[in-house]
């Protein structure tokens, strides 16, 4: 299947780290050129950046931070002066720290701890879009991605400021897949059930690490669903590749859907 992406500039928000990085060097595989965004950890951004580079893409680390305003302004200048405009935009970067199993129970979540997250995923996202939005519409159409979390469907213990804010992304989504289609621009949510990665296998039992230890993706896969077939765990491939075709020309009509990756569960 061709995806279209040769030369397409893409943004991409917390590329330097978690499922950024792979989606990064993806999206650098299909020809496009990639921006991709770090809050504090420059030398990873940097490090993501030369891996593309040495493999013959072109990539650009950008400092952003998703709290403040003019720095999106100043992120999307940036990439819009090296490259002429954004064809596709991809919000991954989260603020509001996931899912915790030590949260306090509903009814002990202080105000403070509730509402600093909560606004920073839904502004962040609103700031980004904003500004993106006006070097998008000239280029004649674009994708835009947010990454969210099957338990915005399903709920989770302690998840639920985390839940919360993820769940605003596909109201917005939905609401910009329906203004912005008459400018070619589509708008999707991409929702991961539990994915295999090193951060998720740290919280797991000791005993469930070691059934998986020295497999690769595919095969801690099937370890995992084996031994614990009520989560469905996805790998960082099937998230990459669910991003991947709704950000590119392959996707000509799907717009304003939340595509969940977690196994039908």
Do not use: C
Request: overall charge negative; aromatic content about 4%.
């Amino acid at each position: 299947m061709e995806l279209g992406l040769k030369d397409k500039v893409v943004l991409l928000t917390g590329g330097s780290g978690g499922i950024g990085r792979p989606l990064a060097r993806a999206f650098a595989d299909e020809g496009a050129k990639v921006a991709l965004t770090y809050l504090s950890r420059v030398e990873n951004a940097k490090a993501v950046a030369a891996e593309i580079a040495d493999a013959g893409g072109q990539a650009l680390p950008v400092h952003l931070d998703m709290t403040d305003p003019a720095s999106v302004r100043r992120a999307v200048a940036e990439v819009t002066e090296e490259w002429g405009g954004i064809d596709v935009l991809v919000v991954n970067a989260s603020a509001s720290g996931g899912p915790s199993p030590h949260a306090p129970a509903f009814d002990e979540i202080p105000a403070e701890r509730w509402l600093p997250p909560l606004r920073a995923e839904v502004e962040g996202a609103f700031h980004t879009v904003q500004a993106t939005l006006p070097v998008m519409k000239p280029r004649g159409g674009g994708r835009i991605v947010f990454m969210s979390a099957a338990i915005v469907q399903r709920g989770l213990k302690g998840a639920e400021g985390y839940a919360a804010s993820k769940s605003a992304l596909h109201g917005l989504s939905r609401t910009l897949g329906t203004e912005l289609f008459e400018h070619g621009i589509l708008s999707n949510v991409v929702a991961p059930g539990p994915v295999v990665t090193e951060g998720l296998l740290e919280k797991l039992p000791e005993e469930v690490r070691g059934r998986v230890a020295g497999l690769d993706s595919e095969g801690a896969r099937a370890a995992l669903n084996k031994a614990m077939p009520f989560l469905h765990f996805s790998t960082v491939e099937d998230v990459v590749n669910a991003t991947l075709f709704l950000a590119s020309s392959a996707n000509g009509n799907i717009t304003g859907n939340v595509l969940y990756v977690d196994g039908g569960h």
